[in-house]
């Protein structure tokens, strides 16, 4: 395990201890998350170092053990999959001041549907994937190109965007990963964020059982206060932040699971739709937000 001795985004040394939490998916273990006495940043500490994260990552809950009930569960989730890829393409493509010739850059693309999504639109793109069996699927099914984490110390080429879906909260190495995006960044271009926001009305609902604290694997714990924060320390002002529509019926159906045991579809979209409807068509009170940011 490794402490944490200074906080990520301001460097103080004074953390208060803010939530225990169980992981419910892998290890059932229970870890703390500190806060930031200075910034409010919150982050799961001790953590598993790098050498030590892998086996949390194993986990058949989500896909293996197909029935009936699963099998239209998969199913309802690539076609909100495919249409999510759509309106990311779409938000992204409204934030672009050049339409065309767009260069893309998706860091932590898994097998590679965003991506192929993009790469359909006449877009260029390559991805960066640490897990070696998602990075062939990517390469496989679709014809990507997909590189370990290595080609973001090596390449010379200049992005328009960089995207990252739900990966800033896994990387142990945040500041040197924010000091590579930013070299990285073409002058005109944006850096596409998605994490999720414990200042939203489904983690206040469901408490130290919310999805996602998925504690040990998200290392850090967002808010729309403390991202900006962490940007600006890097060279990077936020410029737009837009809502995760679909994220509260999914955090909130695994939050059931984990609070009282089994999946309660009802309940989850009940919740879903209280959390969205509670934040009054403010992005950043969702249970995920996109950020989107670009040089100072
Ligand atoms: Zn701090």
């Known amino acids: 395990m490794e402490q944490i001795n200074s906080c990520p985004v301001c460097g103080t040394t004074k953390f208060s201890i803010y939530l225990e939490c169980t992981d419910y998916t892998v290890s059932q273990k229970t870890f ?12 799961t500490n001790p953590r598993p170092n790098k050498n030590e994260i892998g086996p949390y990552y194993q986990s058949s809950a989500y896909i293996s053990h197909t029935n009936a009930k699963k ?26 001041k050049r339409k065309s010739d767009i260069k893309l850059l998706d860091i932590g693309c898994g097998t590679g549907e965003f991506l192929a999504g993009c790469i359909k639109k006449g877009w260029n793109g390559v991805g960066v ?13 679709y014809n990507l190109s997909v590189f370990d984490e290595n080609f973001l110390k090596t390449t010379k080429d200049r992005f328009d965007v960089i995207t990252l879906w739900h990966v800033l909260e896994h990387v142990h190495d945040l500041n040197e990963r924010l000091d590579q995006i930013k070299a990285l960044l073409s002058s005109e271009g944006i850096v596409i964020i998605a994490v999720p926001n414990n200042d939203s009305a489904d ?57 009282y ?3 309660n579809y009802l309940k989850a979209i009940k919740s879903g739709m209280l959390s969205n409807q509670s934040t009054k068509g ?3 009170k969702y ?8 040089h100072e």
């Open 32 to 43: 703390k998350i500190d806060q930031c006495d200075a910034c409010d940043f919150l982050f």
């Open 203 to 259: 983690c206040n609902e469901y408490g130290g059982s919310w999805a996602a604290w998925d504690v040990p694997r998200h290392l850090y714990h967002f808010t729309p206060k403390t991202i900006k924060e962490l940007m600006v320390k890097h060279g990077l002002r936020h410029a737009y932040s837009a809502p995760m529509v679909f994220d509260s019926y999914y955090v909130s159906l695994l939050s059931t699971h984990y609070k």
């Open 129 to 141: 994937e640490p897990s070696e069996s998602a990075r062939v699927q990517g390469i496989e099914n």
């Open 261 to 263: 045991g089994k999946k």
């Open 282 to 284: 403010n992005p950043e």
């Open 71 to 96: 099998g239209l569960f998969n199913k309802a989730y690539q076609i909100i999959r495919n249409y999510a890829i759509g309106q990311k393409i779409k938000l992204i493509t409204g934030l672009l």
């Open 287 to 294: 249970s995920s937000v996109i950020y989107c940011f670009k």
